[in-house]
């Protein structure tokens, strides 16, 4: 019965075209769900694809396992690694640094980003020094590898934006974006992208729907963030890929455009961003962006 009920209603746009899901941590939700059954709800969804991102290195094999089981069930799946914020105090920084740029080394082609990191100045946070030094070493190891990077962004966007702005060549998305209009319009002057969450789903988000209407849609990207950040219809549940048709469903009344043109947009901002995808697994280097 659970199974079904999740089900309900997300088969409406199979096979009318792709969507992708650009934040999922896949080994979370699967140590909650069976990941077949999330595959089969993705399916008849019509989300192809997800990047599974990591936030610590002791998490970082079984993210990768996860990620090639469900690419064996047909799942195209792109891999993002990085140290959250979160974990600053738990890690050597000099130490994961090593750890990360020797993991990117062994994953190849499989990955996509370095993420998620960041900053996080809300109380009871890692000490910022710590969050720091972590966040640019991992930003050199972007840049040194050609790739976007993933940004954890609370109660920090001002010192984000000083780091991205003292890196010009850097580029990528921050996560689950609920900011200011004007924070978004200085992150998409610097190139970046801005991932919609499951934010926009809640009747009394019209400081962020309205933020968002205001925005250029090629500057956004589609996330669940799942299991965490249930969306609306979806309290008390663990949040799954699949669900971001409802974002889809919003961002489409917001932008007065059809459901197909608009995913059609999203997905190729996605290949923008993180390279063109294959259901096959392998991924290509990213395009970039002018």
Known sequence: MFGERRCEGFNRYQGWYVMFDTHCHLDDLVARLPLPEVVARMRKAGVDGVISVGVAPDQWKEQSNVAQKAQNLGLSVGLAYGVHPWWADRVEPSTALKTLASWIQQEGGRVLAIGEIGLDFAPKMPD????????????????????????????????????????????????????????????????????????????RATRVRAMLSALPVEALLLESDAPNQPGHTHRGEPNEPAFIVEQLDVLAELFAMDVPTLAEQLDADAKTVFGNRLLSGTLSPPQPRG
């Open 128 to 203: 910022a020094t710590r969050q720091h030094e972590l966040f640019i070493g991992q930003i050199n190891i972007a840049l040194q590898q050609q790739l976007p990077v993933i940004l954890h962004e609370r109660k920090s966007a001002d010192q984000l934006l000083a780091v991205i702005r003292r890196h010009p060549a850097l580029r990528g998305v921050v996560h689950g974006f609920t900011g200011s209009l004007q924070q978004a319009h200085q992150l998409i002057e610097q190139g970046f992208y801005l991932g919609v969450g499951t934010a926009i789903t809640h009747p």
